[in-house]
C-alpha cells in the first residue's frame, strides 16, 4: 500500500497565538474570531486520523544563525524538541520524527537535483508547535510523527516561489515513492501579509492575501509570477513566509482539492492572520 | 533572469530594505549577541553588566550605540536583523507592537489603532 496524503493544513503561526493560549483568551473579542477557524479542523483531522506531518516552515533565530544558513532543510531526526526562544513563550513538547521517511525523502530529493541540506538534530521553534497547539489543544503526546523541512526566509538570497512550488511537488514524488501506508498531512506555517521591521512596521495586505488564498488550491502556479524580493514588498518583510504555504501546496501534488475550511483575519498581532484546510477533491 | 531583473530586486532590497549578504554581514556581531539571548543565562548576564556583555560580542561602535540608546532603526541600519532583534526586545519585556511603535514614530495604541484599520481593506470575507 502506498503512503496516502490526506490533505494540507496552512496557518498562519504568530508567537503571540502562544500567549493567547497560555493566558486562555480564546473566546475574547480580540482572538475569537482568529480561533474560530480552527475548531473546523481539528474535527477533520480527528477523523483523518494522520499518523506523519511533513511541516514547510521557517526558523526564526532557534536552531539555525546567520554562520551556516541553509535555503532547504530537512530534518531527518528521531525526535524534536523546542526550547526556550528568548521572548516568554512556553516551551513545547517535542515531537517524535520519522528517520526512515525523511531519509527517503532526502535521497529522493537529491536525486531529483534539490541539494538540500540535511539535520540529524533540528530544533523546532513557535513555527511549528504553535500550529500543533492550535489544531490539537491539550494532548499530552502529538498524535502524528514531524518531518520539518526548514525555508530561508531570513536572509536574502531567499529561493523563490516557483522554487518552493517545485521543491514541494519533488516532496510530493518522493512520498508517492515511499512504500510504507502511513496516512500523511502536509502543512505550510507562516503569513501571511505582515512587516515587523523598519519605518513599515505594521504594514499588511488584503488584496495579495485574498489572491493567495484564492488561488492556492487551484492554481499555485498564480503564486510564482513574483520574485522573493517583490513578495516581501506586496506582503511585507516576513510575509514572504507564504513561501512555505507554495512548497506544502506542492507537496500535495497536481490534483484537484476541495477546500474544507478557510479563516482570514486582521489582525492578530502585527499579522493578516489566516488558517486553511485542503483535501484531495 | 535579467539583468534587468536583478537591477529591479536589488532595488526593492534597497528600498525596503531586505536582509541580504550586505546586511548581514554588516550586523553579524548584533544578531550572534541577539543569538545569545535564547539562553536565559545569557539573558541575566546581558542584564547584570550590558556593557561587558556588547564587548564579548565585538559589537560595532554604532551597534553598541543603537543598543545603548534602544534605538531600533538604528539597530536596523547597523544590521540588525529583526528575529534576532525581537529576542533583544524581549529583555526589556517589548513585544512586536511596541517595536512597531518604536520604529514608525506612533504611540502603542496609535499603532494598534492603525494595524486594526487593515481590516476595512478586507475585499470580501470568507470563512468556510
Known sequence: MMANIIGGYFTSHVPGIGGAMVRGDQETPYWKPFFDGYPPISKWLAEAKPDVAVVFSNDHGLNFFLD???????????????????????????????????????????????????????????????????????????????????????????????????????????????????????????????????????????????????????NPDALTGHTAEQVAELAGTQGVEILNWIAARGAMGDIPLTQVSRNYHIPISNTAAASLLLEPA | MTPESVNADNAIRRAIPLFDGGL??????????????????????????????????????????????????AMLDAGGNVYYLAKLAGIFGLGVQDLGALQTGMSVDEFKAMLLTWADKIPHQENA
Open chain 1, 68 to 218: 551556516k544558513m541553509p535555503t532547504f532543510a530537512v530534518g531527518a531526526a528521531p525526535s524534536y524538541d523546542n526550547a526556550d526562544e528568548g521572548w516568554g513563550l512556553p516551551v513545547y513538547k517535542s515531537f517524535t520524527g520519522h528517520p526512515a521517511l525523511s531519509w527517503h525523502l532526502i535521497d529522493s530529493l537529491v536525486r531529483d537535483e534539490f541539494d538540500i541540506t540535511t539535520c540529524q538534530q533540528m530544533l523546532v521553534d513557535h513555527a511549528i508547535s504553535i500550529p500543533f497547539e492550535l489544531v490539537y489543544p491539550g494532548v499530552e503526546t502529538w498524535p502524528v510523527k514531524l518531518i520539518p523541512i526548514a525555508i530561508n526566509t531570513v536572509q536574502y538570497p531567499l529561493p523563490s516561489p516557483k522554487r518552493c512550488l517545485a521543491l514541494g511537488r519533488a516532496v510530493h514524488r518522493a512520498l508517492q515513492s515511499w512504500g510504507g501506508d502511513e496516512r500523511i498531512l502536509v502543512c505550510g506555517t507562516g503569513g501571511l501579509s505582515h512587516q515587523l521591521d523598519g519605518p513599515r512596521a505594521g504594514f499588511m495586505n488584503p488584496d495579495y492575501d485574498t489572491f493567495c488564498l484564492d488561488n492556492l488550491a487551484a
Open chain 2, 24 to 73: 548581514a554581514t554588516r550586523g553579524y556581531a548584533l544578531n550572534a549577541m541577539c543569538f545569545s539571548f535564547n539562553e536565559k543565562a545569557n539573558r541575566d548576564a546581558f542584564l547584570a553588566d550590558e556593557e561587558g556583555y556588547c564587548a564579548r560580542f565585538h559589537l560595532t561602535p554604532e551597534q553598541r550605540k543603537a543598543v545603548a540608546d534602544r534605538n531600533v532603526l
